[in-house]
């Protein structure tokens, strides 16, 4: 277990729909990644968190959006939902930013659009 | 633009056999590379890494050998085990610290 939980586990929502999925990061991890990975294929990243600020944001439109707490939980909020939304949606805990600082992932949370 | 791409999307290997799963990146100025291993419904879960000042890396049962010439990354597991049996992935991180993922390779383990 990496100590990084996210919820829900699965998520079933219509399209045009707006979702809020959660993360808590592993204790003493103030930096937290969220990614979209689509059945087959590797994750994309999303954006990041450093500190309670964005720090960082991969190709997705201003629908994707996110939040961390003073206690460096997540969250991520996705907007008028559309078909190609459905995925597994990780989040990943690390302490500060260096190259070569390990990250850990939660289970992650399936979402399906209908 | 800058990638990471796997060879082989499936990889099947007698239990007990050495496994190599192959990796190519493209952004020759990339000096910091991951392995993972994500199993069916969980997240994924670091394996080794690898920074590019060295040609190879050993851990337990694992050893990553990176090619810069070639912009090439190899993962060899020693004998494969039921529990190995995982989809895995190789990954760099970018001048700003965030992880490119290539497609991913599924390792089956044949009994």
């Known amino acids: 277990e990496t100590g990084v939980t996210q919820s829900p586990t699965h998520l079933i929502k219509t399209r045009g729909q707006q979702v809020t999925l959660r993360c808590s990061s592993q204790?003493?991890?103030?930096?937290v990644s969220w990614y979209q990975q689509a059945l087959g294929q590797g994750p994309q990243f999303i954006f990041q968190?450093?500190?309670?600020?964005?720090?960082g944001r991969g190709n997705f439109p201003p629908r994707f959006s996110g939040l961390q707490f003073p206690n460096y939980s997540s969250e991520l909020n996705v907007n008028a939902l559309e078909l190609d939304d459905s995925a597994l949606y990780l989040c990943?805990?690390?302490?500060?930013?260096?190259?070569?600082?390990?990250?850990?992932f939660g289970q992650g949370t399936r979402l399906t659009v209908v | 633009g800058e990638s990471v791409g796997l060879h082989l999307p499936t990889l099947s290997v007698q239990e007990g056999d050495n496994s190599i799963i192959n990796c190519a990146y493209s952004?020759?100025?990339?000096?910091?590379f991951i392995w993972y291993k994500q199993e069916s419904g969980k997240g994924p879960q670091f394996i080794i890494d690898?920074?590019?000042n060295m040609d190879k890396r050993q851990g337990q049962r694992v050893t990553v050998l990176l090619n810069k010439t070639v912009k090439h990354l190899s993962l060899q597991i020693a004998a494969t085990q039921p529990g190995d049996s995982a989809v895995y992935f190789c990954?760099?991180?970018?001048?700003?610290?965030?992880?490119?993922w290539g497609a991913g390779t599924k390792l089956i383990i044949k009994p």
């Open positions: 990943a805990s690390s302490l500060g930013l260096g190259q070569s600082t390990e990250a850990f």
């Open positions: 204790s003493g991890h103030n930096t």
């Open positions: 690898i920074r590019s």
């Open positions: 968190y450093y500190r309670e600020e964005e720090n």
């Open positions: 990954a760099e991180k970018d001048s700003n610290y965030q992880l490119i």
């Open positions: 952004n020759s100025a990339s000096d910091y």
